[in-house]
């Protein structure tokens, strides 16, 4: 399949091997959550291993005595925007990756039903201007976080309010996408986003459902079942 040159599918033979398990009807919420957090771990080295650099931070001291420079990362102005609901299982693996805490912000977008286009219910993205009305509460690099890309809509309205809120570059991870959804998200705002995914499926079904896909990744991660 051909893929705009900012999206990236992951080849880890581990990854791969975890999403064929998180793809089973049979695998357990727990379980799911699990893989879930695992296969965003190796996303998160891969990506963040192809464009951030390593700065120097300043000087400590070993338990030895020994004086040594510190490093950190660079971007180090990042946020992590998990889309509620299914975005917040990807969390936790940020934030045993990152060497220091950093904000969370969340967008709240649902599907709607019949349309199949997002409804923006919930946004705590801040916004302090200066006296040019910039943002000067927005980070650099925001990190977006939504396990399936289905039609893409959602990921393409995510991307549309980062850019607005005042970000530089956006990382989006995502465990799964289907091609036309990748493709569609990826193509919002080419010169500024990154998308990582695990694997790409070749399309959706009438619902909008990745086929073969995860199932309802939000209702398998939070016992949603039936709503």
């Not at 000087?59 to 005595?65: A, E, F, V």
């Not at 509620?84 to 060497?99: K, Q, V, W």
Request: glycine fraction near 8%; charged fraction near 20%.
């Amino acid at each position: 399949m051909a893929l705009p040159s900012n999206v990236h599918v992951s080849s880890h033979p581990l990854l791969q091997a975890k999403l064929s398990q998180l793809r089973s009807a049979s695998t357990s919420t727990r379980e799911t959550r699990s893989l879930v957090h695992e296969i965003a771990t190796i996303l998160a080295v891969e990506a963040f291993a192809a464009g951030w650099k390593v700065k120097k931070a300043g000087i400590d001291t070993t338990p030895l005595g020994t004086e040594y420079v510190t490093h950190d990362i660079d971007p180090s102005d990042i946020a992590l925007v998990p889309i509620l609901r299914s975005g917040l299982g990807m969390i936790e693996a940020m934030n045993n990756l990152l060497p220091t805490s950093v904000p969370i912000y969340h967008l709240g977008l649902f599907r709607e039903r019949l349309t199949l286009q997002p409804v923006e219910y919930y946004n705590n993205l801040p916004f302090q201007p200066d006296s040019s009305s910039t943002n000067t509460a927005a980070a650099a690099t925001a990190i977006l976080l939504d396990p399936v890309i289905a039609t893409g809509a959602t990921a393409e309205a995510a991307i549309q309010l980062l850019r607005e809120w005042g970000v530089q570059r956006v990382v989006m991870l995502s465990v799964l996408g289907s091609e036309a959804g990748v493709s569609r998200a990826a193509g919002t705002w080419p010169e500024g986003v990154e998308l990582w995914t695990g694997a790409v499926d070749e399309r959706c079904d009438e619902r909008g459902m990745i086929v073969p896909g995860l199932g309802d990744i939000g209702d398998r991660l939070f016992v949603a079942m039936g709503k």
